[in-house]
């Protein structure tokens, strides 16, 4: 039932043409999410948005309107499993991430995690399409003093 909710939230910021699709790993295992405003990969967009703009711009209703959307591979939080698990389940729902990308089509991509996430993107059929630091950025997840290479990345 709970992930019915985040997803509900997922859907209804979801814009008509996705032109710049955000990829996170999964939502996280406490009760926050970004389409909720209160994740650390909300604030830290917020902040990256807000410091581009030079101006207190950036909301879900205006992410929505530059038609971006965040997109996580995996539906249900793996920040809890040991690595290998979590490799496990990344693999696993990488169709998933391909076939959104062939639907949606979008300019680009941002891949807001490094490690298991980047090397599973790297080889998948994504990459046919899509050029590193072109049409597809890696940043790493904005956490543990990575905020500041994740936002000036993401500017």
């Avoid at 996170?24 to 405003?37: A, D, V």
């Avoid at 959307?69 to 990344?90: H, M, Q, S, T």
């Avoid at 990575?146 to 993401?154: A, F």
Wanted: net charge neutral.
């Amino acid at each position: 039932m709970l992930s019915d909710h985040y997803e509900s939230l997922r859907k209804a910021f979801k814009p008509v043409r996705v032109d710049v699709i955000f990829v996170g790993e999964s939502r996280p295992s406490g009760e926050t999410f970004f389409y909720q405003g209160d994740s650390n990969l909300f604030r830290e967009t917020k902040k990256a948005f807000d410091e581009y703009f030079d101006q207190n711009i950036f909301s879900l209703d205006a992410f929505k309107g530059w038609n971006c959307w965040l997109y996580d591979i995996c539906k249900n939080p793996v920040n809890g499993l040991n690595d290998e698990a979590r490799e496990d389940e990344i693999r696993r729902n990488m169709p998933c991430l391909e076939k959104c990308v062939e639907s949606e089509n979008p300019k680009y991509i941002v891949v807001c995690k490094k490690g298991a996430v980047r090397a599973a993107v790297s080889v998948s059929s994504i990459m046919s399409k899509y050029r590193e630091n072109e049409t597809i950025f890696f940043l790493p997840f904005p956490s543990n003093g990575r905020q500041k290479e994740y936002r000036e990345g993401l500017v």
